[in-house]
């Protein structure tokens, strides 16, 4: 059973360009989460979303950054017009269920923004 | 609102020496607390989970301890190895509505000298 795969590892962009961080989470996992690590800060939460549905998307900047988990295919965090406070690791985990007792983690996409 | 703070923030022992990481947490409520490796460009292992209504886990040469009503948990790592080098995470998931949600400290960082 693969693990959670994000796509792609590294992603650089110019200011004002647009960001798409890809997540396919574990083989019948059907819960997202994404997680931003700023520099020497913890990971934080951004939002939570099941098949077609935002659950949960209160740590998510208001402006510029969006997410979806359509029926089919991956979930995908964008980032329309890119800062450079934006340069961060990214992290999609996944879970079966939202009592799972463990979020499954991806290896990040570390984001750089000149 | 939960908070998680880890000390110390950097740790370098040598080999073969026994160490304690330390993470505490605000608010007591919590529906489980779980240690995280992260090795640099990688994504998250999971350690150790300790339910709420636990007092320690063990795996091999770690040991969890929870003491959940002094917001406090420790991680015990018995003769460190230079494998172990590594940034040692804590999570929390508060009890309540948004239970999916983790949140972070900003990690210890081991270093294990041959």
């Known amino acids: 059973n693969a693990g959670v795969m994000q796509n792609p590892r590294h992603l650089v962009r110019r200011r004002g360009q647009e960001a798409r961080l890809r997540c396919s989470p574990m083989?019948?996992?059907?819960?997202v989460y994404w997680y931003r690590q700023l520099p020497e800060e913890g990971l934080k939460f951004m939002v939570y979303?099941?098949?077609?549905?935002?659950?949960?998307e209160s740590g998510m900047p208001k402006e510029r950054f969006s997410a979806e988990f359509p029926k089919e295919g991956p979930s995908i965090l964008r980032i329309q017009q890119v800062v450079r406070g934006d340069s961060a690791a990214y992290f999609c985990?996944?879970?079966?269920?939202?009592?799972?007792?463990?979020?499954?983690f991806g290896p990040g996409t570390r984001l750089l923004v000149l | 609102k939960q908070e998680v703070t880890q000390i110390p923030a950097a740790l370098s022992v040598p080999e073969g020496e026994n160490l304690v990481l330390n993470c505490s947490f605000t608010?007591?409520?919590?529906?489980?607390l779980q240690w995280f490796r992260q090795d640099p460009g990688k994504g998250l292992t999971s350690l150790l989970l300790?339910?709420?209504?636990?007092r320690e886990q063990t795996s091999g040469r770690l040991n969890a301890s929870l003491d959940k009503s002094s917001g406090r948990s420790t991680l015990y790592i018995a003769a460190s190895q230079p494998g172990d080098s590594a940034t040692y995470l804590c999570?929390?998931?508060?009890?309540?509505?948004?239970?999916?949600?983790?949140?972070f400290g900003k990690g210890t960082l081991l270093t294990v000298n041959p």
């Open positions: 999570a929390v998931r508060t009890s309540g509505g948004s239970n999916y949600k983790l949140t």
């Open positions: 985990a996944s879970s079966p269920a939202v009592f799972q007792e463990t979020q499954y």
């Open positions: 979303l099941q098949k077609e549905n935002i659950i949960d």
């Open positions: 608010d007591s409520a919590i529906y489980n």
């Open positions: 300790i339910q709420s209504s636990q």
């Open positions: 083989k019948g996992h059907s819960h």
